[in-house]
């Protein structure tokens, strides 16, 4: 192909292009295919160590794969395998030695992929209600993963966050990863599928790469994205960590779905992370359509700022800021700014007719692509 598509352009000027890959049926690195268009057009004031996990049991043998640690002179990043290739930890190097969490660190031996610095979403971001939706005509069914006797009743993040991967390959600064769902049980997903995740460390950037396959005979809706938790605070205790991320529309949200299509009226906290500034006080779970591919994040006090640049086809954006309600409402030590191709809840709003949903229909043998890059700078 001797054009690139909107998503490779966007990638090739930021000196990223996405080298998605699978060594055994052509998907060959630096080979790059253009993206499916949518179906409708605690505080880090001190160093904490990179701590490894002990070896499991024979009988807990996918728990006995270590983390993979990729290191450069500023950056490290500690991927886990065994859960869904995910982040564990991803760090800058900062005073006296040490290396200070850039995303929230997962603890040693993390079983749960909701605790990973970061976890891929696929082959859907999110919620699903009912834990079901109609595509081509026929009701699909997907197991409930929300907690018994818990409304209303989803199945969430997709089906890889919690799977073993297959190491396809990996170097000092890279790691390559593989889901194929016909090697798996139980997978929460009425078709085949192969997910891939490439990771590197460039200088002063993390660059990950995302693809999803449509193994079956028959097409399927789709959608892939990241979770990453990042920290308020980083090398200061009295940092006031700042947020920009320009949208176009905001979704009205109750209990993390769209209670309708997305508005582009005015709101002051689509108007406030356009501008960029603190991250609001109050909890946060917002959810936006028109994401405009770039969000900043800026720690004023530890003069640190991470610039996250994405794909055109990551159009929407959640960002979810927790609180603890123990003794009072206070902010929890991380947030979430999440670039996902589809919005919550996206496959029945899209059997609805509601257009610019984010579903996409991945045809048989058909991918889709994203590219995410971070950059961490120093002000």
């Known amino acids: 192909m001797g054009v690139l598509s909107k998503d490779e352009g966007a990638a090739a000027a930021r000196g990223h292009v996405c080298l998605s890959a699978h060594h055994a049926d052509g998907w060959t690195r630096g080979h790059v295919r253009p993206a499916v268009m949518p179906a409708h057009a605690p505080p880090a004031a001190r160093p904490t160590p990179l701590r490894h996990r002990r070896a499991a049991a024979a009988s807990d043998i996918l728990w006995a794969m270590p983390l993979i640690v990729l290191e450069n002179a500023r950056l490290r990043l500690a991927l886990d395998p065994a859960l869904g290739a995910g982040i564990a930890d991803f760090s800058l190097a900062g005073p006296a030695k040490g290396w200070y969490p850039i995303m929230r660190r997962a603890a040693p ?4 992929p909701s605790n990973l610095a970061c976890f891929t979403m696929a082959p859907w971001c999110n919620r699903v209600r009912d834990a079901a939706f109609t595509f081509a005509g026929a009701q699909r069914a997907l197991r409930p993963t929300s907690a018994p006797g818990v409304t209303p009743i989803v199945a969430q993040h997709g089906d890889v966050r919690a799977r073993a991967w297959t ?56 959608g ?66 028109g994401f405009d591919g770039s969000a900043t994040i800026t720690w004023p006090q530890s003069r640190v700022r991470l610039v996250m640049t994405c794909s055109p086809t990551l159009g929407h954006l959640v960002v979810f800021a927790p609180h603890s309600t123990a003794g009072g409402s206070s902010a929890l030590p991380y947030f979430a700014v999440e670039p996902v191709s589809n919005v919550n809840d996206a496959f029945n709003l899209h059997a609805q007719g509601h257009a610019g949903t984010g579903t996409l229909v991945l045809q048989p043998g058909q991918r889709l692509e994203a590219c995410y890059a971070m950059v961490v700078e120093a002000l």
């Open 167 to 222: 190491i396809l390959d990996r170097s000092p600064i890279s790691a390559r990863f593989a889901f194929t769902s016909r090697e798996h049980e139980r997978v929460n997903f009425p078709w085949a599928f192969t997910a891939l995740i490439r990771y590197e460390l460039r200088d002063d950037r993390l660059l990950i790469d995302l693809a999803l396959r449509n193994d079956d005979a028959e097409p399927f809706p789709a």
């Open 109 to 112: 031996e993390e079983r749960n």
């Open 224 to 289: 892939l994205g990241l979770h990453p938790y990042f920290v308020r605070r980083l090398l200061r205790d009295d940092d006031a960590v700042e947020l920009r991320a320009p949208c176009r529309t905001r979704y009205p949200i109750r209990d993390g779905l769209p209670t309708s299509p997305a508005t582009p009226a005015p709101d002051p906290l689509m108007d406030a992370l356009a501008r960029g500034g603190p991250l609001p006080r109050e909890p946060l779970g917002a959810v936006f359509g």
